[in-house]
């Protein structure tokens, strides 16, 4: 809606619901606007200080009620911006003498700017001082006054704070100068003021506008005698735009050279002040300290907050638990709601902790809510913590390079220079984001929650940018499909249990693709990895598990019928051959069992076998092992089933029976198998040998293991032996794939002519249902006869 | 915030809502436009398919289960989509049925930004679980994708 509002001031004019300002005004009422913007609505002044405003301007009351009744306030009841600048505009006629017309807003060419001789708000005054002449010229002159320029590098007000001080005690002197220059000019404004002083001096002088000749000419004089804290910048860079600026009033014609000249001037000068703006602005800034800037901790204020820090964290370093800051903030007497809100703020990485930083920041949040500050929407610059180290730095860079004209300095959450905030602001928004692109190589740690931390504390200990610590967090989820993670972090999982792998992480939310990953990284890991066998990367493992688990039970279910026999055969993919050559004999048996129905059978004759039990303390696993590797062909489902077992947490007792399993037959592989097996765990690998033990075990030793799990277990136990059992028998295990294969087909073929006629059954029974069905609609007109 | 967006190139839900575990809200937001009690009450009914869909995952498979539970149900006029957290926490989405461009990987990541923004609340100290939620930043996130209307 405005065209320039909030501080850009680089377009030449405004055109504003019918209002045509120069851009001099328009900086001048958009600052006066910010100023009376007490609630930085953005939107609306607020009538109190739009009313001192009025009051200031030294216009009669009756004045000040047309005026407000021309630019629609009182029709209104507020004043929105436009309302404000036409006000402002109306106060400029009228105190030029020209009666308030609704159309002099636009025909009066060089207004001069509206003049305010309050000098109650260094706001204002501190205008007033800008546009005013300089510190020795008590006369007034009409507002022709290349305040913009001046007001430009006043950035928050803070320039000129101090001057303005001083220069309002003077003011009241004049009656007729609305603004009375200090008689010594502060350190920066005057620069600034002379200079804009000499443009108007020079250029009026040669016009024959109203009034400021007179002006001029003492200020003319004034200024090379105010000298006050002379900037040596100042006065270099004076004299030369001020020989230009002479040079081009004269060329310009007299009419519209008070407009022409204020862009011109102020352009030349703005790029000249600016630099030593800068640089007086932070002298001034840093000495007026929180005063403008109410979000600046001054360094007092920085002392105090880590004494408080010490005396919950005696480490600087280190970090404040979310808990104990809260009891220390409540202790504020503050809002629950407030304080959730100023925590949110300052708790810049979202960890649930504080730093020394983030502490310091809401600290001087709470103190400044409590002194009547309203809590800002996001955190201000100065409060960020990356922010606090580079800020002196940056300011100056920024400012130098910016010409327009910072937003007013009144507004409570300050914020330096346009390029300024969005700079920063856009800084951490640029780090975190590029974070979530660039984090993945440098960082390819897996985000557990420990690992989290650890790197958050680093990383704040030494000081480096903030969108780290939190860059793993937020990088957690892209970067966990990309399984950059070191094995380390592989051997993290690996060393819960499965199941707790997969879902203990945050960051690994359920993602299957993820989990799969993980297993398939677990897997390349292997010899460590508890459970899952090396090649075949799992599909995502409910897929596998359920059809496997459906399988179990169709399994089951036909071993009830067709007898244990088949069940037996029926080959349950874990169906480890019997691997070991000893045990060849025994091999058919050993497959029977692992199928579910071969659990059963292995029940019936269990007690048999309990008692060997025992025996599999040791053998077992290295029987599973090396019958795991001979069932390549199967590893797939026996990875499925491991994972399902897994899942389901096989019991001790397979430990056991593995052990009773092998006895004998794999000693050999004993040594070796032992600790691999340990390694990878006692839970995962008791299903699998389970199985694999029953195939195993020639007799019926096996059995025992007549349950579930062991069927599950055989298969883990087939999938794991595979592993390390591999190179050693590969004769025996040809063998055995060979025999189970042979087992497998011809359990196939049962279970697929069982199939075929299960679903000629189901035809006929389709058929006759339809047949019924038809029957029934016939007979049904007549059932009520 | 700009006008009159109405489901253009933006996010595009018309009611956000925030469940808690023992199913009461959290947190609802809808687009003022509309009749608020009717998206009230959709979220309350979707919350029986949310149900469904968490037991129908299985007991043993709860560690592979999805957050993102997907189209819960659809309506000729609307569509609403489910996420539940590990904390039995549910986000329901209820999207404009004519709003055809967003596709399911948009939903999913509208989630994942919920989600991240709820943990970010669950991270501030004065925040009680259980508590409505007050947050600002949350309600920035959940402006962004709600349907921009004027």
């Given at each position: ?44 002044a607020?009538n109190?200080?739009v ?16 005026i407000m009744e021309l630019c629609g306030a009182t029709r209104l009841g507020y004043f929105g911006?436009s309302q404000f600048?036409i006000a ?698 | ?150």
């Amino acid at each position: 809606m405005r065209g320039g509002g909030g501080g850009s001031g680089a377009e030449p004019g405004c055109k504003m619901e019918g209002l045509t300002l120069s851009e001099a005004e328009q900086r001048y009422y958009c600052d006066l606007f910010s100023y009376c913007d007490t609630e930085s609505t953005k939107k609306v002044a607020s009538n109190g200080r739009v009313l001192e405003l009025f009051r200031a301007a030294q216009l009669p009351n009756d004045v000040v009620m047309q005026i407000m009744e021309l630019c629609g306030a009182t029709r209104l009841g507020y004043f929105g911006r436009s309302q404000f600048y036409i006000a402002l505009k109306l106060v400029a006629v009228a105190q030029s003498g020209l009666p308030l017309r609704v159309e002099s807003l636009n025909t009066v060419k060089d207004l001069p700017l509206p003049r305010f001789v309050v000098s109650k708000n260094e706001q204002e005054s501190r205008h007033t001082a800008l546009y005013s002449s300089d510190a020795d010229n008590p006369a007034s002159y009409s507002g022709v006054i290349p305040p913009p320029p001046g007001r430009i590098q006043v950035k928050k007000g803070s320039v000129s704070h101090d001057a303005v001080q001083q220069r309002t005690s003077t003011d009241q002197q004049e009656s007729t100068s609305p603004v009375v220059s200090p008689q010594q000019s502060p350190p920066t404004s005057p620069h600034t003021w002379r200079k804009h002083n000499r443009h108007p001096s020079g250029g009026n002088n040669e016009r024959p506008l109203a009034g400021p000749g007179p002006f001029w000419a003492p200020f003319s004089e004034a200024q090379p005698g105010s000298s006050t804290s002379s900037d040596p910048i100042w006065s270099g860079h004076s004299p030369p735009p001020h020989q230009e600026n002479w040079v081009s009033f004269a060329d310009t014609p007299p009419t519209s050279a008070l407009l022409a000249m204020h862009p011109a001037s102020v352009q030349d000068q703005t790029t000249v002040r600016t630099v030593a703006s800068a640089t007086t602005a932070n002298e001034i800034r840093r000495q007026s300290s929180s005063y403008d800037d109410p979000w600046k901790i001054t360094d007092e204020q920085r002392q105090y907050y880590v004494n408080q820090f010490k005396t919950i964290q005696p480490d600087l370093n280190g970090f404040i638990p979310g808990s104990a800051a809260k009891e220390f903030f409540t202790k504020s007497k503050l809002p629950i709601l407030e304080l959730s809100h100023i925590w949110e703020l300052s708790d810049f990485d979202k960890d649930g902790a504080l730093t020394l930083d983030e502490f310091c920041a809401a600290f001087h949040l709470v103190v400044a809510r409590k002194n009547g500050y309203d809590l800002p929407e996001k955190l201000p610059e100065s409060l960020m913590p990356k922010l606090i180290d580079l800020e002196d730095s940056t300011e100056v860079g920024e400012q130098t390079g910016e010409v327009g004209y910072s937003s007013s300095p009144a507004e409570a959450p300050p914020s330096k220079s346009p390029s300024m905030p969005s700079l920063n602001q856009t800084w951490p928004e640029l780090n975190q984001s590029s974070e979530d692109t660039a984090i993945v190589h440098p960082v390819p740690i897996r985000m557990t929650p420990s690992k989290i931390h650890m790197q958050e504390m680093e990383l704040k200990r030494t000081g480096s940018d903030h969108a780290n610590p939190t860059s793993p967090l937020l990088v957690k989820p892209p970067d966990l499909p990309e399984e950059n993670k070191m094995s380390s972090s592989v051997k993290f999982t690996a060393g819960n249990t499965v199941t707790d792998g997969y879902s203990s992480s945050d960051s690994y939310a359920s993602d299957p693709e993820q989990i799969g990953s993980t297993v398939t990284r677990q897997r390349s890991h292997s010899g460590t990895s508890p459970d899952n066998t090396a090649p075949p990367p799992p599909p995502p493992r409910p897929h596998p598990s359920h059809s496997r688990s459906s399988s179990l039970d169709m399994n089951r279910s036909f071993s009830v019928t067709p007898g244990q026999q088949q069940a037996g055969v029926v080959a349950y993919p874990p169906a480890v051959p019997p691997r070991p050559q000893p045990s060849q004999g025994a091999g058919p048996h050993v497959h029977r069992p692992v199928d579910a129905e071969g659990l059963i059978a292995h029940t019936s004759t269990s007690p048999q076998q309990i008692p060997e039990q025992p025996n599999f303390a040791d053998f077992s696993q290295f029987e599973a092992f090396a019958v795991s590797g001979v069932n390549k062909e199967e590893e797939d489902e026996i990875e499925t089933h491991s994972e399902v077992l897994q899942v389901e947490k096989p019991s001790d007792s397979a430990s056991s029976l593995r052990g009773a399993k092998a006895d004998g037959r794999v000693e050999d592989k004993a040594p070796a198998n032992v600790p691999t097996s340990a390694a990878k765990g006692t839970t995962p690998l008791a299903p699998p040998p389970k199985p694999i033990r029953r195939r195993l075990k020639s007799e019926d030793e096996l059995r025992p293991e007549a349950e579930e799990h062991t069927q599950k277990t055989g298969v883990i136990a087939a999938v794991l032996a595979s592993q390390p059992s591999i190179p050693r028998s590969v004769g025996k295990d040809k063998k055995a794939i060979q025999a189970s294969i042979r087992r497998n087909k011809e359990t196939n073929t049962v279970l697929a002519r069982l199939n075929s006629e299960l679903q000629q059954q189901l035809k006929d029974v389709l058929e006759e249902r339809i047949s019924l069905e038809v029957q029934l609609e016939q007979l049904r007109p007549f059932s009520h006869l | 915030m700009g006008g009159g967006d109405g489901g253009g190139g933006d996010k595009m839900a018309v009611c956000i809502a925030v469940i808690a575990k023992e199913n009461y809200p959290l947190y609802i937001r809808s687009v003022p436009t509309e009749n608020e009690l009717k998206f009230h009450y959709t979220v309350h009914t979707s919350l029986d398919v949310v149900d469904e869909k968490i037991s129908a995952m299985g007991k043993a498979l709860v560690d592979q289960r999805e957050l993102y539970l997907g189209l819960l149900y659809p309506t000729e006029d609307y569509k609403v989509y489910g996420y539940v957290t590990n904390s039995k926490v549910k986000f329901v989405m209820v999207v404009d049925s004519s709003n055809t461009a967003l596709r399911d990987n948009e939903i999913r990541s509208m989630f994942r930004k919920l989600h991240n923004s709820y943990t970010d609340i669950m991270c501030n100290p004065f925040y009680n679980p259980g508590d409505r939620i007050h947050s600002r930043a949350f309600d920035n996130t959940v402006n962004s994708m709600m349907m921009q209307v004027c």
